[in-house]
């Protein structure tokens, strides 16, 4: 009787076992069928569209395409040309002397600027050069 038992328990594994691996085999061989059929159709797209297929027959020939444009003749350099509104000569600017303000006394507060955000800023209209 015990063995019967062992040989039932053993028979039901191994057909679980059987059954997993059955499985595995039906799913590769359904990869395996995918797999060439892709491939089947990828080597069909390649006949059609490469030399001599069908939508690039041997018959078709060459295309001629026409000879490129020739090349545009390179100018002579020129100079730029002279200003048409006026001329304008350049000056020399005199540098005026700096003198050094005398040092303040021992006893006068120094003063800072002003604040710069109360500070009080000529339009640019009324700015002229020096």
Not at 27 to 42: M, N, T
Not at 73 to 84: N, S, T, V
Request: proline fraction near 15%.
């Amino acid at each position: 009787m015990l063995t019967s038992q062992y040989l039932d328990e053993f028979s039901k594994a191994l057909a679980s076992e059987v059954c997993m691996l059955l499985g595995e085999v039906g799913k590769s061989r359904e990869e395996r069928r995918a797999l060439q059929h892709e491939i089947g159709y990828l080597l069909c797209m390649r006949s059609k569209y490469g030399p001599g297929g069908e939508f690039e027959p041997d018959w078709y020939g060459t295309s001629i395409d026409p000879p490129p444009p020739p090349e545009p003749p390179i100018a002579p350099e020129i100079p730029p040309a002279r200003p048409g509104w006026r001329s304008v000569t350049q000056q020399t600017r005199k540098k005026k002397k700096e003198t050094a303000p005398p040092p303040p006394g021992p006893n006068v507060p120094t003063i800072t600027g002003m604040d710069p955000r109360t500070q009080v800023t000529r339009s640019w209209a009324t700015w002229q050069r020096e």
